[in-house]
């Protein structure tokens, strides 16, 4: 039986991508709308309703009221942006976060896509917290640098203009972005972390790094000790992939894992003195939203999770 899937805000930068992923599957329908009819109340309304599975890549507000325009039992929904992440209600839709998480989508109605940057710091920090070898009470910090993708079609044309010659761009300096609350809570933490995030002049591709205190902790964890969780955290992953530590002159790059939908984790540092630092690579459209609801729409609908994914 084919798959009925409705994208609204398909010509969005997260949208197209998503579409292009579907674009050759056989076992789904694209319902579009042309042109004219993307901005029709009722024409969304028809879609939203005739939809087996609703993608929503839309602004916050966008997505509540698309929500709300939906009146039947039946159709399913991923949504893209902010809004629910933290909401009663709906499955966060990272399946990789906790054990049992993919099986809560895959019986889900209402599926919240991660932001990109939770995605890696929160598959970097909670299977050690879980452990208990980072206390859930630590005031965590983490660095991140996003491509310019991430920013939609204002801040691609910023920086492709030529306007824009900085390497990278510090924001959020107010210690208040909006994906705090959702890494707080999913990764289970007494306080929300200290998040600062930067954009790099570069078009796709993420990179996310937590510093760890490993002395500081009651358990007194080793890099080693934090790797080994990681790698039995995610032994089962077809997406997730933690790499093999080093003596730390590696280099890791922000565009690592861009143009595919993996996400690639490392455990690196200073044994000697006990301090650790967590890095996570990934595509910001990939795994940090277009991937990642491709994802979520194979275990909702019972499908190979990695069916239609760039690996």
Not at 23 to 41: F, G, P
Not at 160 to 172: F, P
Not at 191 to 216: C, D, K, W
Request: aromatic share 4%; net charge negative.
């Amino acid at each position: 039986m084919t798959i009925n899937v409705f994208i609204d805000g398909a010509a969005g930068t997260t949208g197209l991508e998503i579409a292009e992923r579907l674009a050759t599957r056989r076992d789904l329908a694209l319902i579009a709308l042309d042109e004219s009819a993307r901005k029709d109340i009722d024409a969304r309304r028809q879609a939203l309703n005739d939809a087996d599975f609703v993608i929503l890549c839309l602004p916050d507000d966008a997505a509540r009221d698309a929500v709300a325009l939906i009146d039947n039992p039946r159709t399913r929904v991923i949504d893209a942006s902010t809004a629910f992440r933290t909401a009663e209600g709906w499955t966060y839709g990272l399946p990789e976060i906790e054990p049992g998480q993919a099986a809560a989508i895959a019986d889900a109605a209402r599926v919240s896509n991660p932001g990109c940057y939770p995605t890696g710091f929160l598959c970097l920090v909670r299977p050690l917290i879980r452990a208990g070898l980072v206390p859930a009470d630590w005031a965590l910090s983490v660095n991140a640098a996003s491509g310019y993708s991430g920013g939609g079609k204002a801040m691609i044309a910023e920086f492709e203009s030529g306007t824009e010659t900085s390497v990278l761009r510090n924001y959020a300096l107010g210690l208040a972005h909006k994906h705090v609350p959702e890494m707080q809570k999913h990764a289970r933490l007494a306080h929300p972390p200290i998040f600062m995030p930067s954009v790099a002049n570069t078009y796709r591709g993420m990179i996310v790094e937590v510093p760890l205190p490993l002395h500081a902790f009651p358990r007194h964890p080793t890099i080693a000790t934090c790797e080994t969780v990681l790698r039995e955290a995610y032994r089962d992953s077809p997406v997730v992939r933690v790499a093999d530590s080093d003596d730390g002159t590696a280099l890791v790059r922000i565009e690592d894992d861009a143009g595919t939908d993996r996400l690639t984790l490392r455990v690196l540092g200073n044994s000697e003195t006990g301090q650790a630092r967590l890095i996570a690579t990934l595509d910001n459209l990939g795994k940090g939203a277009s991937g990642a609801a491709v994802q979520n729409l194979n275990v909702m609908a019972g499908l190979d999770p990695v069916l239609g994914l760039i690996l």
